[in-house]
């Protein structure tokens, strides 16, 4: 649906040349919700801005429903992007006017007729809860409903792709969910497929179900949400991963385990999916001459699954911790030793 494929964008400022993306790629197929993270300066803009033709890269292609943008005339970008709808952080409402009337524009713009624009305002009002707001000016609203109004105004042209950027980073963490709980909700019941920008991870935990991960200009991870909170590679990747699941061993017991005189391994485990059902820990304990101390353990919902990590201890011979070791890798549950320093 939407192909970004090696595509460079320099700028030239003041202090010089900024590479705002190196050889960037990502593919997003219908139905996804996918999240680009990044912090400050990453380059998350700049490749949103390429997706909706706001911005051409040096090189590379951006592709939208098999059409290259940049082949494209004038009026046919128009007519693609009347299927991309935006949703912005600070909402780009006008406040002096009504939630009607700013929810009607993009169809005011278009020269619709009065009744299909009367018909099609009511239905986005009613799939964003705001019916009761139709006549209220902008200016009387909260932030969360702002970003409804926002929202319903992307809605409006009936889009195929909703491009999001930073939508939730002016809002509370309450009215995040709810509004995360809209996009997914547009996602689901209408179909669209979307593409956001966020630093915040807990945007792509609770909603993103492909993720890329970017720095200084460049994609260093991407993959399945799972896979990349599973087994993420990038330092930045974990960093980003810590801030919503914590997977560290608690540091006011870290010097109990070095206390721990006997031979011991720790050891972070994973388990995602199905994997959650496999009895590891009762099959450890099963290997003779090896002790199991739990040392920390959270657990986290992600898309339709839950992500339980473990920190354990295993206290035994280096040979008796190997084969414990193998008993876990045998029931398809992540794990890394950890080294207690
Ligand atoms: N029009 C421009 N002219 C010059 N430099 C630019 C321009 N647009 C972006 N940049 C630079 O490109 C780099 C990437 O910017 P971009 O806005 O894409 O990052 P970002 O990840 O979206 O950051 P933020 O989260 O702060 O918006 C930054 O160093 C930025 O200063």
Same mark, same amino acid.
């Given at each position: 649906?939407?192909?970004?494929?090696? &595509?460079?964008? &320099?700028?030239?400022?003041?202090? %010089?040349?900024?590479?705002? /993306?190196?050889?960037?790629?990502?593919?997003?197929?219908?139905?996804?919700?996918?999240?680009?993270?990044?912090?400050?300066?990453?380059?998350?803009?700049?490749?949103?801005?390429?997706?909706?033709?706001? !911005? &051409?890269?040096?090189?590379?292609?951006?592709?939208?429903?098999?059409?290259?943008?940049?082949?494209?005339?004038?009026?046919? /970008?128009?007519?693609?992007?009347?299927?991309?709808?935006?949703?912005?952080?600070?909402?780009?409402? #006008?406040?002096?006017?009504?939630?009607?009337?700013?929810?009607?524009?993009?169809?005011? #713009?278009?020269?619709?007729?009065?009744?299909?624009?009367?018909?099609?305002?009511? !239905?986005?009002?009613?799939?964003? *809860?705001?019916?009761?707001?139709?006549?209220?000016?902008?200016?009387? /609203?909260? %932030?969360?409903?702002?970003?409804?109004?926002?929202?319903?105004?992307? +809605? &409006?042209?009936?889009?195929?792709?909703?491009?999001?950027?930073?939508?939730?980073?002016?809002?509370?963490?309450?009215?995040?969910?709810?509004? +995360?709980?809209?996009?997914?909700?547009?996602?689901?019941?209408?179909?669209?497929?979307?593409?956001?920008?966020?630093?915040?991870?807990?945007?792509?935990?609770?909603?993103?179900?492909?993720?890329?991960?970017?720095?200084?200009?460049?994609?260093?991870?991407?993959?399945?949400?799972?896979?990349?909170?599973?087994?993420?590679?990038?330092?930045?990747?974990?960093?980003?991963?810590?801030?919503?699941?914590?997977?560290?061993?608690? *540091?006011?017991?870290?010097?109990?385990?070095?206390?721990?005189? !006997?031979?011991?391994?720790?050891?972070? /485990?994973?388990?995602?999916?199905?994997?959650?059902?496999?009895?590891?820990?009762?099959?450890?304990?099963?290997?003779?001459?090896?002790?199991?101390?739990?040392?920390?353990?959270?657990?986290?919902?992600?898309?339709?699954?839950?992500?339980?990590?473990?920190?354990?201890?295993?206290?035994?011979?280096?040979?008796?911790?190997?084969?414990?070791?193998?008993?876990?890798?045998?029931?398809?549950?992540?794990?890394?030793?950890?080294?207690?320093?």
């Amino acid at each position: 649906m939407i192909k970004v494929e090696h &595509t460079n964008k &320099t700028f030239s400022g003041k202090y %010089g040349e900024v590479h705002a /993306l190196q050889d960037v790629s990502i593919h997003v197929e219908k139905g996804d919700i996918y999240g680009i993270i990044g912090f400050s300066g990453a380059g998350k803009s700049t490749l949103l801005r390429l997706v909706n033709g706001l !911005e &051409t890269p040096d090189s590379g292609t951006v592709m939208v429903h098999d059409q290259d943008l940049g082949s494209l005339k004038k009026a046919e /970008l128009r007519k693609l992007r009347r299927k991309i709808g935006m949703v912005f952080q600070q909402f780009n409402l #006008l406040d002096s006017k009504t939630v009607f009337h700013n929810i009607a524009l993009p169809l005011i #713009l278009e020269k619709a007729p009065k009744d299909v624009i009367e018909e099609k305002v009511n !239905e986005v009002l009613r799939f964003v *809860e705001l019916e009761d707001k139709k006549d209220t000016y902008v200016s009387q /609203l909260s %932030g969360g409903q702002k970003q409804r109004v926002g929202i319903a105004r992307a +809605l &409006t042209t009936t889009p195929d792709i909703l491009l999001c950027d930073e939508a939730t980073s002016a809002l509370d963490p309450q009215t995040t969910e709810s509004i +995360l709980k809209l996009l997914k909700k547009i996602n689901k019941e209408m179909g669209v497929t979307i593409l956001l920008i966020t630093h915040q991870m807990q945007v792509v935990q609770m909603i993103c179900n492909k993720v890329a991960v970017m720095e200084n200009g460049k994609v260093v991870e991407s993959g399945s949400v799972l896979d990349v909170f599973g087994k993420p590679q990038a330092l930045v990747t974990k960093r980003f991963v810590q801030t919503v699941i914590n997977d560290q061993i608690p *540091e006011s017991i870290v010097s109990l385990v070095k206390e721990q005189k !006997e031979h011991f391994q720790v050891e972070r /485990l994973k388990f995602i999916g199905s994997s959650v059902k496999r009895p590891v820990i009762s099959d450890i304990c099963q290997v003779e001459g090896i002790v199991v101390n739990i040392l920390g353990a959270t657990v986290q919902e992600l898309q339709e699954n839950v992500m339980c990590v473990f920190i354990l201890q295993l206290i035994g011979s280096e040979d008796k911790i190997c084969e414990a070791e193998k008993q876990i890798d045998a029931n398809g549950v992540i794990r890394e030793r950890v080294e207690v320093i």
